[in-house]
């Protein structure tokens, strides 16, 4: 199979050979590995009991999916990446904002499945063969992880595609298995080595894995889901069609690798670390299908985020191949296990992530919404492109590529959500107005949302300079 050639430039109609069930798939496979199942985890460490936790899970996702789902529609209609095509409301220029956020979530959740999948791997092999969980150990399995994974992005969206549709099927099967394996120690009551409620309270800590572990899971989809609905085609597939696959897909495909995660978490005991008590808690029978679920769904989830990192920054850098870039943020994304498996304790730097993430990105996420709500989705997609050609003008270009407005609307939202979230280490001032609650994302959203609506009156909203670019948007709409 060819190595993929397209980066965030529009992808021809011809090319656009997807449809709903492939969204389906891909959202599925991809996510059955242990870097979704790890935030399963999370409820139990907290102090929650079981089905506290599966509650907060499932509410967040929800919430989370009724938010996100929506983005993918605007690929649908623009035929290249979300970052990209929200420089119809940030500026060609401005888009920047979404592709560094996007950036930031796929190399975080790339590093942490291919931590997690490494610590298991090296779990089993110890308990199989011996294998001493030293600093040599640790470095060949990721290593290994890490170049598999690169592989696999690099060769693009049709390889990962066919990868998620074995793993949909496999990864289920060593799942269903898992459930049997871990079944006879399984307890609903609240582990006791957690002492008590994180935060002290039930409702807060309800809360915050309400956030953390439910509603991350859709919020890291904020960037990725126009990388796969850019090959599918508006005028062979509805609208409606791909909305409901993305809420299938994204729920199915959180809900099924979280829910296993919080079982196994209160069958095996894992408090203080998730890794460690699933190795140690496996019956010896199930060790060979725990080795495969850490190696290949690690690769094929991570080597989804690994392709999504490599479009962000091929937008960044125009002049950078999307190969290249593939090549650039693997280094850094391998780095960075290195450095979470020797200097950051597992529940505190997950949660710190998930939750600094979710507060910048709802409010980039939420103006993105709404400019796709006042288009009606019709968007001129060869304006979108400026930044890309390295040239000026187009209906998106604002102030020199900017749109000072929506870029100041983001940064005051995410700014309250900074100012308003909850950490292990961190309490942002904001918290005394909400009860000690961590609202962060409900807050950026709405700030950032608001505060774009009342500085972007109708008359400050781009609008085609001619008749061409009107149709020409309209034509890549494929609905009226």
Not at 59 to 77: C, F, Q
Request: net charge positive; hydrophobic share 50%; charged share 10%.
């Amino acid at each position: 199979m060819p190595i993929e050639q397209r980066g965030v430039d529009t992808i021809p109609e011809e090319e656009r050979t997807s449809g709903p069930r492939d969204l389906v798939s891909i959202l599925l496979g991809s996510n059955l590995c242990l870097g979704v199942i790890v935030f399963g985890w999370l409820p139990a460490s907290f102090g929650l009991d079981f089905w506290s936790g599966v509650g907060s899970i499932v509410v967040g996702t929800l919430v989370g999916t009724a938010l996100t789902a929506p983005l993918a529609l605007i690929s649908l209609r623009t035929a290249t990446n979300l970052s990209t095509s929200s420089g119809a409301q940030f500026g060609v220029r401005g888009r920047l904002i979404g592709s560094v956020v996007g950036l930031l979530l796929a190399l975080g959740y790339t590093a942490l499945t291919v931590w997690i999948g490494g610590d298991v791997m090296v779990g089993v092999l110890g308990r199989l063969f011996g294998l001493r969980a030293d600093g040599w150990s640790y470095g060949i399995v990721y290593g290994l992880l890490a170049a598999a994974t690169v592989a696999g992005a690099v060769y693009g969206y049709k390889v990962l595609l066919a990868m998620s549709r074995v793993l949909a099927i496999g990864m289920t099967a060593l799942l269903a298995l898992g459930l049997v394996a871990y079944a006879p120690h399984f307890t609903t009551g609240a582990l006791p080595e957690a002492g008590g409620y994180l935060l002290g309270g039930y409702w807060p800590t309800w809360l915050l894995s309400t956030v953390a572990a439910g509603l991350s899971g859709p919020i890291a989809f904020i960037t990725l889901l126009g990388d796969y609905t850019r090959y599918i085609s508006p005028a062979r597939h509805a609208s409606r069609r791909v909305l409901h696959a993305t809420w299938l897909g994204l729920v199915l495909g959180l809900l099924v690798p979280q829910l296993f995660g919080t079982f196994t978490a209160y069958a095996s005991g894992a408090v203080l670390d998730y890794a460690g008590p699933l190795v140690v808690g496996s019956p010896t029978w199930y060790l060979v299908p725990l080795l495969l679920a850490a190696s290949a769904g690690s690769v094929g989830n991570a080597g989804l985020m690994l392709y999504s990192m490599g479009l962000d920054l091929d937008a960044i850098l125009p002049r950078a191949s999307r190969a290249r870039a593939t090549h650039t943020v693997a280094v850094v994304a391998t780095a960075c296990v290195f450095v979470g498996h020797y200097a950051w304790n597992a529940q505190s730097a997950m949660t710190s992530f998930v939750l600094l993430l979710t507060a910048i990105g709802t409010p980039w996420a939420v103006i993105t919404l709404i400019g796709f709500a006042r288009c009606r989705g019709v968007y001129d997609a060869d304006a979108l492109q400026v930044f890309n050609r390295r040239s000026q003008g187009g209906i998106y270009w604002y102030r020199a590529g900017w749109n000072t407005r929506a870029a100041a609307a983001w940064a005051l939202g995410a700014l309250v959500g900074l100012l308003a979230v909850s950490l292990p280490r961190y309490e942002g001032p904001l918290l005394g107005l909400t009860g000690g609650v961590d609202c962060s994302f409900l807050l950026s959203g709405l700030v950032g949302g608001a505060v774009y609506l009342l500085l972007t009156p109708a008359a400050a909203r781009p609008r085609a300079a001619s008749g061409t670019e009107s149709e020409a948007a309209l034509s890549m709409s494929g609905e009226r």
